[in-house]
């Protein structure tokens, strides 16, 4: 068998010429392909938008004599057919849910018209903000890779399949052809907040990349209660996810398949649900722009003044294309930076076929929405946050109670807190049986802690104080956590309050005497101070056995100025909740302190306290001694 020799071995005979051969070989073909493309220059998306856009510029053929929109333009026989509209149209597509209005200039929705629920001043709310789709574009434009590309495309004027008013079941076509490029777009319609989007764009025959978008933003983002609400969703392999505007990058592409994807804010979103979830791809977009800044008071129950003119981040010269630090900005003082996301939806084979919907996050709605899998539905937009699990209950409760019982949302929180209080009612009694008990044995419970007063708190031997104290609680039947049930349960309760009551969009704009919307903070204020008052009798009326009284005074003071605090500027829904619930707490505990067991337990409360302010065990102070006269003799 021939031997064959390695070359990098130490003493081996080194050979170069075949790697000088290789090299030589790749500096020709480098050059020779330099050359071939200066004389052969490949067609771009730049340079194909470009023809796109002076094939539009052709003078174009007016309106005829009867009013209507001219026909398309034709080229010249021989030439690639040329289909595109020599002025802009409208077209209305309206159902008992909404009505959109599509322009032909670039196949996109000019306005999203949702007829329930309404603005704040009784008005039909518009899905679309109008100022930041004038700044970044469009719902339902196209999204490509090349922005000189998604600009002309948006520009450009289609041909539509009908134009003027249409009632829903329907159908809307538009079609554009220039340059190199077809575009189709085809629209179809029900009677539901769902609708299909179908498009595809080829160039010189062959597909390219176009995405389906909403850029980002929804009507009711003027309002201060949506300012930092938006965030970016989706499904995926089951599992959904929901990322902030601080974790979405403008651009970035999502691949692996979706179930949906879109974007949502507290109460709307926009979702599209593909075909062919399998090879469908997400792009992420992310626009900061100027809005109002908040009045003083939060805004929160009253319309906020017009928003000005927007402008985009993006144009602000010295910030173009760098992270935006909304102070670094300058803005003037009514002036606040609020990010606008997007989404858009394509596939990987070029044509785009999905459900979209648009549309209010109502628990109904969202979970009659099936993705392509139908065990998969929309009701996870909900996200209410780390207890959202009670959250949902507390919800589904409040819906029963609103559809059952009372009609008012404002008189559902107070039942449904009525009904929470009335079950942990039975804990109440418990945790008060178990105070008493407590307050029996304090008097032992202070000897043994005196007998271990003089060790350090890092004595290994304070363990056998606590084991000691443990021992005596078992032995008369004391639970130490029996105290603290109710407030375990009540407190998830109650985060899950804090998390729900903001983003159902049922309580949004729902009045409650002079709270014109419980979604957002108490305008006067009237139930935050009432939360204060009421926190603060709570803790002045509950006993509390076995808690040093100097720790008692600051959570006396402390509790209300907390919970004061969260509610000022919250939901007024969760502060009606939060009040009502202490009202109750406070009357329920002014009868039970009217019982044989209320009774018991301030007499020893009393005599602890007589025994506290004077001397001997438990009191801190010694006990003096007793001076003996001496006796004389007689």
Known sequence: MAEFTNPNQAGAPQDNRPLIVIMAVMLLAFIGLNYYKASHPAPTETSQTQKTVSQSSNPAPTASASGSPAGPTVQATGAPAVVQAS???????????????????????????????????G?????VHQDAAAAIGY???????????????AKALYVPSA????????????????????????????DSYVMHADSQVLRNGSPIRALISWPGGFGDQQSVTAYGSAQVDYSQNGGEKHKGAKDVSGGATLLGGYDWAGVSDLYFATIFLPDAPESATVATLHSDIVLPKPETN????????????????????????KKVICGDLKLPSSGICVPMLGAALGDTSGRTQTRIFAGPKAVDVLRNIHAANPKLTLEPLLDFGFFGFVGKYLFLALRAINQHVSSNWGWDIVFLTIIINLIVLPLRIKTMQSGLKMQRIQPQMDVIKAKY??????DPKRNEMNSEIMQLQKDNGVNMFGGCIPTLIQLP?????FGMLPKVVELRMSHWYWLPDLSAADPWHILPILMIVSQFLVQFYTPSPGVDPEQQKMMAFMMP??????TWNYASGLALYWSVGNLISIATQAIMNRTSLGREMREIAAKRARRKAGTGIGSGKPTPKTIQAKATKR
């Open 139 to 153: 719902p339902l434009s196209l999204y490509t890779y090349d922005a000189d590309l998604t600009a002309n495309l």
């Open 453 to 458: 007063k003089s060790l350090k708190v890092t």
């Open 87 to 121: 002025a802009e149209t409208m077209t209305v597509i309206e159902n008992e849910l909404y009505k959109i209005t599509f322009s032909n200039r670039g196949a996109e929705v000019k306005s999203w018209i949702l007829k329930s629920p309404r603005t704040a001043d």
């Open 123 to 127: 008005k039909p709310l518009d899905l």
């Open 493 to 497: 309760l109650l985060m899950a309050f």
């Open 561 to 566: 100025a907390v919970s004061g605090y969260m």
């Open 163 to 190: 134009t003027g008013n249409l009632s829903a079941p329907a159908t809307l076509t538009y079609k554009y052809s220039a340059g190199g490029y077809d575009v189709t777009k085809t629209f179809s319609f029900d």
């Open 298 to 321: 939060g805004g929160w129950g009253k319309m906020p003044p017009p928003p000005p003119p927007l402008k985009a981040v993006s144009d602000l010269g010295q910030y173009a294309g």
